[in-house]
């Protein structure tokens, strides 16, 4: 339940802080006053779209913030913010950063929202088969429907592709054949280019390694003032000096591993250099083979791996291609397997749609009888498309609501019969229906009273009551017959303030409500006799309100 709402710079509002009551509360006003932006900041909060025209004129962000009250008690607090700047928004769920759509799931047990157009979606019939889910909870179940079609799809379209024109696969295995060769014939193996590189960069360089490790093996070993002789004496001398002061003992420990280190060093100086190559005739192999890794490189790379790769991939595609008899008969089995699974389910939903679509026509009746139509008659044909071609992530099924509005007419479309006043009614009626059973929530309805009025609007106003016995019911209303039934009365007012546009909401009641309402019966001229009236409507309307609220 809605029970605190809050907005800041959002369109025509500059500030507006609200609490909401339980039962039916009504918000009424002039067109253009500002109604529906109440709406859309309860639609923010819901995870609705954000732009940065929402944002009021000169100002950096705009902010809204509601306070929600669970069914168990427990308050949550939802934030959105919108930067006026690119539009980009932020959602707060009790102070932790959330998305719209953690948004939308979160807000979906706690508010649903009625716009002024949503009753146009009765006359599509794609929509009642949702209408009909949502009355008989099979909402759950369509899900695991809607993941074995796009599983059955998935292998379907599979053993399509596989199912080619015979040229087209032999042109297919040619290619594959000819990639393969090319690949095969160099044979690389993995980072063989890098030590090649490193190999090229030695034989290139080998007259001048090779002198050099001589000089530095002559330096260090043979020659005639070389290192490794004459450390002998070092040695001799560090020992006599360990002998007198200890602090020198760690040197003459550490000599025999420096000996050795040393003599390791020259005679791998002296191998490395009898080692290189340095023929021409070796070079060129290697640059040869490096022009032979770079040229698979820049067709098949751009890195040796990815070459490596494409050749394990290619062989995997030659594999089943001249397997593909073997793999048809898989995928064969993976289809059927795929399509008993989704049929299976299908099959479940469908039977369930079915024994429900009696009891929600029965329903929808009484209901509707409740607001003035007491003699409709309805009925949900179904079409099931026994052709799978037909068949959807929805099911096998199609229904369409048919409606009787009048004795003695046969039942109908309903996208067909209906009047603009019909059609807010039987929407009022299925939210009914659809809110059974969901105690603590706040159902909000933008212009419910389109195309009624007179005596079929005060219905609507007992059953939006009767309605708000069990959940929160937020109603925007152009009709005092409404207004009249509803428990708590807001009135929402515009206004030209130093240049700029306000939009204002405030909570009225006893004598205020009774202008409020002779306005809307009279307009800008209001008689005692209007007021009257106005009296006498809160009086008999608002008995069952006030008696719930008390």
Not at 142 to 150: D, K
């Amino acid at each position: 339940m809605l029970r605190f709402l809050s907005i800041r710079n959002l369109a025509v509002i500059d500030r507006l802080e609200l609490e909401f009551e339980p039962g039916l509360c009504v918000l009424t006003g002039e067109t253009g006053a500002g109604k529906s932006i109440l709406v859309g900041a309860v639609g923010l909060l819901a995870g609705g779209r954000a732009s940065s025209d929402l944002v009021r004129t000169g100002e950096d962000a705009a902010s809204v913030e509601a306070i929600f009250e669970r069914q168990d008690g427990a308050e949550l607090i939802v934030r959105r913010e919108i930067a006026s700047q690119g539009g980009r928004s932020r959602a707060f769920v009790d102070g932790a950063l959330t998305s719209s759509g953690a948004l939308r799931e979160l807000a979906a047990p706690l508010v649903d929202l009625h716009g002024q157009h949503e009753h146009q979606v009765l006359l599509d019939p794609d929509a009642h088969l949702d209408l009909l889910d949502e009355f008989a909870g099979l909402a759950g179940s369509r899900p695991a429907v809607a993941e074995a079609f796009a599983a059955w799809q998935r292998v379907k379209a599979e053993r399509e592709r596989l199912v080619t024109d015979e040229r087209e696969k032999a042109a297919r295995t040619e290619f594959i054949s000819f990639q393969l060769q090319e690949i095969d014939r160099v044979r690389p193996l993995s980072g063989e280019d890098d030590e090649l590189l490193a190999l090229r960069q030695v034989l290139s360089n080998a007259d001048k390694l090779q002198r050099l490790c001589a000089e530095a093996y002559t330096q260090l070993y043979e020659g005639d003032h070389a290192a490794l002789p004459a450390l002998g004496s070092v040695w001799r001398r560090v020992g006599e000096l360990a002998d007198i002061d200890d602090r020198f003992r760690q040197y003459v420990e550490a000599r025999d591993g420096v000996k050795a280190q040393l003599e390791d060093l020259a005679f791998f100086l002296r191998s490395y250099s009898e080692g290189i190559d340095a023929s021409p005739a070796r070079l060129q192999e290697v640059e040869d083979r490096l022009s032979l890794l770079e040229r698979l490189k820049r067709k098949h790379g751009p890195a040796l791996h990815d070459v490596i790769a494409k050749a394990e991939a290619l062989r995997r595609e030659q594999h089943e291609l001249a397997n593909a008899g073997e793999r048809a008969t898989q995928l064969d089995a993976a289809v059927n397997a795929a399509r008993d699974c989704y049929r299976r389910l299908a099959q479940e939903l469908s039977a369930g749609r079915r024994s429900a679509a009696e009891r929600f026509s029965r329903a929808l009746e009484r209901s509707l009888g409740e607001l003035a139509m007491p003699r409709t008659r309805c009925d949900v044909r179904f079409v099931e498309d026994h052709d799978e071609t037909g068949w959807t992530g929805r099911g096998f099924d199609s229904a369409e609501f048919f409606i009787s509005s009048n004795a003695g007419e046969d039942l109908r479309p309903l996208a067909r019969i209906v009047s603009g006043g019909e059609l807010s009614r039987i929407m009022l009626a299925l939210k009914t229906l659809a809110s059974t059973d969901a105690p603590g929530k706040t159902l909000i309805f933008d212009e419910v009273d389109a195309g009624i009025g007179g005596a079929v609007a005060d219905v609507v106003g007992s059953r939006l009551q009767k309605l708000a016995e069990r959940v929160q019911v937020l109603c925007i209303t152009h009709l005092p017959q409404i207004a009249a039934h509803g428990g708590t009365h807001y009135r929402i007012a515009k206004s030209v303030r130093n240049g700029r546009t306000m939009t204002t909401v405030a909570r009225i009641s006893s004598a205020d409500r009774e202008h409020e309402l002779a306005r809307m019966i009279g307009g800008a001229s209001v008689s005692p006799a209007v007021m009257a009236s106005a009296r006498e409507m809160l009086v008999t309307r608002g008995r069952g309100a006030h008696k719930k609220r008390n």
